[in-house]
């Protein structure tokens, strides 16, 4: 499905049809079990109702913000930006589905309050709805050596799209005037392709790094401050991965590892779309590397008290409190 996008038809909705040819295939396999069929992504409506109808209870991990309000955002920004984009201002039949699902499962893991807040406010009972953070592996996501306070790193790891706010970080260095700066680095690591690789294209930054897809580890470890500036992200486990590593963060309200970050502790807090706020805070750190270090400390610390264990024992406990509902 993704090879029908990228190869012969970009605007070909690779992902809703992939869920709905996944949801056929999975919607015939609930006949095996006995008590509550536990679902790892929202939109596998066929599923939930095969599920219902044998009188099984449903468990969706809510791994999104409400895919109606994310699309929303996403379009409007990139009517702000001058970007094309395929579809229209209207409800997708995928977002339907997906907001539907949700409504039918009996209960709903949520990995953030940022979402959970999206799924109440569209009528969902707060009373079906558990919040559980991610974890992340503190053995292997560790600090690095120390980096000179002469270099300053910013280091943005994750897939690259209007949606997760690059262009506002593109639009943050700018107004900072490093560009040719060899001290200042902005290095931005994953993937994209299409439309928005040609927009990436437009900035001719000489201290702007595009390595694609890697490994992250020795990123973290050499970065300075990480920053995820997302218009809608359930978690972001790349910013509590970063924060494993020692390094504050500069994340948006609309990221949901904001739930382990106090505000001028563990790094920032801005609001969504704002490049004035993300360069005054890339800014504050550049000139405060004493605060690079404390902030770093902090994260660290933070982190350690998210390892995937606890992920684990909150998940464990969760499906046992799960009842089977009554006929």
Not at 42 to 48: H, S
Not at 279 to 307: C, I, W
Request: net charge negative.
């Amino acid at each position: 499905m993704t090879g029908v996008s990228r190869y012969l038809w970009s605007d070909f909705d690779h992902r809703h049809w992939s869920e709905r040819l996944f949801d056929t295939f999975a919607s015939r396999s609930v006949e095996g079990f006995e008590d509550t069929i536990i679902l790892a992504q929202v939109g596998l409506l066929r599923t939930i109702r095969a599920a219902n109808d044998r009188g099984l209870g449903t468990a969706i991990f809510g791994t999104t913000e409400l895919t109606r309000r994310a699309s929303s955002r996403g379009r409007r920004a990139a009517d702000e930006l001058g970007f094309q984009v395929s579809g229209s201002g209207d409800v997708t039949s995928r977002e339907r589905i997906r907001e539907r699902s949700l409504h039918e499962a009996d209960h709903i893991v949520a990995l953030s309050s940022f979402i959970k807040r999206s799924y109440v406010e569209s009528g969902l009972s707060e009373e079906n709805i558990t919040r559980i953070p991610l974890g992340v592996d503190t053995d292997h996501y560790t600090p690095g050596p120390a980096t000179r306070a002469q270099d300053f790193r910013v280091l943005y790891v994750g897939h690259m799209s209007v949606l997760k706010g690059i262009p506002y970080l593109l639009q943050a260095w700018d107004r900072l005037g490093w560009d040719g700066n060899a001290d200042a680095t902005l290095t931005l690591c994953g993937a994209t392709q299409g439309r928005f690789s040609n927009y990436l294209s437009q900035w001719s930054f000489q201290n702007l790094q595009l390595p694609g897809h890697v490994n992250p580890l020795q990123y973290y470890r050499g970065a300075s401050v990480f920053v995820c500036p997302s218009l809608s992200d359930s978690f972001s486990k790349a910013t509590l991965e970063a924060m494993s590593c020692g390094k504050p963060v500069i994340i948006t309200e609309n990221v949901g590892a904001k739930d382990l970050i106090e505000d001028g502790e563990e790094g920032f807090v801005v609001p969504p779309m704002d490049a004035d706020a993300l360069s005054e805070k890339l800014q504050y750190f550049r000139e405060s590397p004493d605060e690079v270090e404390r902030m770093g400390a902090n994260a660290r610390e933070k982190a350690e008290e998210y390892p995937w264990g606890r992920f684990v024992d909150n998940i464990a406990d969760f499906t046992a409190d799960l009842q089977r509902p009554e006929a």
